[in-house]
């Protein structure tokens, strides 16, 4: 499978592809320290859940490589504070939670060695994060492209791919491996309104990796299942709660109640760590809002009276009863999720 470098390091500097500007340019940026990072999580700079907790853990490093501070103490604080801001950047997607927790246990566990060793500690450990990841793609390719035949068509929303991984993706990583097989994928890919993720980056994914892809926008989603031969739906997951609820990009609901109308079978695919061991079921999510102006004003044309009410939800929770399987690093787990979710988080 081809690796996309969503975000690339060395232990002097942390680049990431600049998301906002495709597909019209490939543009590497550097980010000097955790404020940078922070900040282009916000903006969807880097995005993605796998792609954020990423992220997340090399702004821990970004945050204390340059500190001169010699006092252990003084410099456990100076984690904490970057751990915090980097804590509030994004709410819905585990991941981010579960990189900067794995950063805290690994801190607490070496707080009496010297600030020099902490750094280095911290550099391996987001390598190491970053490392599992494209393990755990490559194994989510495996499984979930035992699910798919050649000439298949196929849904997804949002952006599930190398983009927001580190480099071969969730639910496009099974269309990825069934390529690598020989197996010919045809995806219908949703605009996903209103930051157009399936427009710029899912069908910019697709389509350089030579998979045949045919844009729609959301709303056409389930004509598209009435008139077309439609195989599967496959999306990514920002939380996976322990009954098998889904936070997903924003329209994944209505197109897993569509699907279900029309005997489509509806996949998830999604590391474990976006799994929260913490939360029952999808109602305790917490649902990222964003700015009105996204909606009104996308890409900088106004589309939408001056004055106009907003709401802009980013996610949204579809419901286990909906979900056909969830694909993981350690395989498919198909309902009843509750106690096979348990099984698969045991360690
Ligand atoms: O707001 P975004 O672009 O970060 O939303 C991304 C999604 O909803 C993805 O489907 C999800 O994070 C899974 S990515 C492998």
């Not at 098998?244 to 994944?252: E, L, M």
């Not at 694909?327 to 348990?342: M, N």
Request: proline share 5%; net charge negative; with cysteine.
């Amino acid at each position: 499978m081809h690796r996309i470098e969503t975000i690339s390091f060395t232990p002097e500097s942390v680049s990431i592809i600049e998301q906002t500007l495709l597909p019209g340019e490939k543009k590497i940026v550097r980010l000097n320290n955790h404020l940078e990072m922070g900040d282009a999580i916000k903006r969807l700079a880097i995005r993605g859940a796998p792609a954020i907790g990423i992220a997340a853990a090399f702004g821990v490093y970004l945050g204390i490589k340059d500190s001169v501070q010699k006092d252990s103490q003084a410099f456990s604080k100076e984690i904490s504070d970057v751990i915090s801001y980097l804590r509030g950047t994004r709410p819905t997607a585990v991941n981010l939670f579960w990189a900067l927790d794995v950063m805290e246990n690994l801190i607490e566990k070496n707080k009496d060695k010297s600030p020099d060793e902490i750094k280095e500690l911290v550099y391996q450990k987001a390598v190491e994060i970053y490392q599992d990841d494209l393990d755990r793609g490559i194994k989510i390719g495996e499984y979930g492209e035992t699910l798919f035949k050649d000439g298949d068509n196929l849904i997804t929303h949002c952006n599930a791919g190398g983009l927001a991984t580190s480099g071969y993706g969730t639910a496009l990583a099974p269309i990825f491996m069934a390529k690598s097989k020989g197996k010919k994928i045809h995806v219908y890919a949703d605009e996903t309104r209103p930051l157009l993720q399936g427009a710029r980056l899912t069908a910019w994914e697709l389509m350089e990796q030579g998979i045949e892809v045919t844009l729609i926008a959301d709303n056409m989603a389930a004509h598209v299942m009435k008139t077309k031969k439609i195989d599967g739906i496959i999306v990514g997951a920002d939380r996976i709660t322990l009954n098998g609820d889904v936070a997903n990009k924003i329209g994944t609901y209505s197109l897993a109640i569509n699907a279900r109308e029309h005997g489509v079978p509806f996949y998830v695919a999604a590391p474990l760590s976006t799994f929260d061991p913490q939360i029952e079921d999808g109602s305790d999510i917490p649902i990222e809002e964003r700015d009105p102006l996204e909606v009104t004003e996308g890409f900088g044309k106004r589309t939408a009276p001056e004055g106009v009410q907003v709401f802009s939800p980013a996610f949204d929770v579809t419901p286990n009863k909906f979900i056909a399987g969830l694909i993981t690093e350690k395989g498919i787990i198909y309902p009843p999720f509750r106690a096979k979710i348990e099984e698969f988080l045991k360690v």
